[in-house]
């Protein structure tokens, strides 16, 4: 399998500074190609949101350098990869809090990670950062942990409601701050020539999903140059639309 890689990030209508940060990483291995692909959405005092995405992001290439060659050399299993995971999201937890401690700043990150091997797909999420399957529809494959959707899966909400509602951005779980960090795992098959879209809330907030199939569904966005342009005019779209915060997108196509 070979994948067709693009992003595009903008800093957004109000904030002065892009919190989010992204990684696309990929490597030739023995069981064939894999990608590492990641979306990272910062929040924090004193504009220090990106720092914590920021050490997130490094978290992870370190991961994939230094740890992912272990897992499959030894063979790849769910337990082990969310186990490794987990101690990697509690590493970078610990390095963002005593570096918030040590200049007094509160601050965390949400983290939608997307792995490919073989014809599996793994994702770690924490947060409100989303990953989406495009084949002949858009699929969620990750389930926010917010406020809101808390209230919809106990049926005190609609998802119009929770489009509308205030708390909306209100995170239950982010990489930092939080004492008790519970990411959510999601694996399963890749379908031939499918697109995977990772995003931060900035970028889906005021688009359809049906507008994000026109521009980003595998025939449409078909190589790596209109894969760019076409995540950069929805943003562009976003920022028409006053989105007012960060806007960061990643898509990868299989082939």
Known sequence: MKFLTAYHTDVGLRKKTNQDSLLIMQAETGVGPVLLASVCDGMGGLAKGEVASAVMVRGLSAWFREKLPTLLAEGLTEDRLWASWDEMVHAAANRIDEYG?????????????????GERYYILNVGDSRVYAITNQVNQL???????QREIDMGRMTPEQAAR???????????????VIQPDYFSGRVAPGQSFLLCCDGFRHVISNQEI???????TAAD???MQ???AQLTELNKRRREMDNITAVLIRTC
Request: aromatic content about 4%; some cysteine.
């Open 101 to 117: 401690a040590s200049i007094h700043v509160e601050m965390g990150t949400t983290a939608a990670v997307l792995l490919v091997v």
């Open 165 to 179: 509602d205030p708390q909306r951005n209100v995170l239950l779980q982010c990489i930092g701050v939080i004492k």
């Open 224 to 226: 790596e140059r209109t």
């Open 213 to 219: 199939y026109q521009s980003l569904n595998p025939r």
């Open 229 to 231: 342009a076409n995540l």
């Open 142 to 148: 990750t389930k926010d942990q917010t406020y809101v």
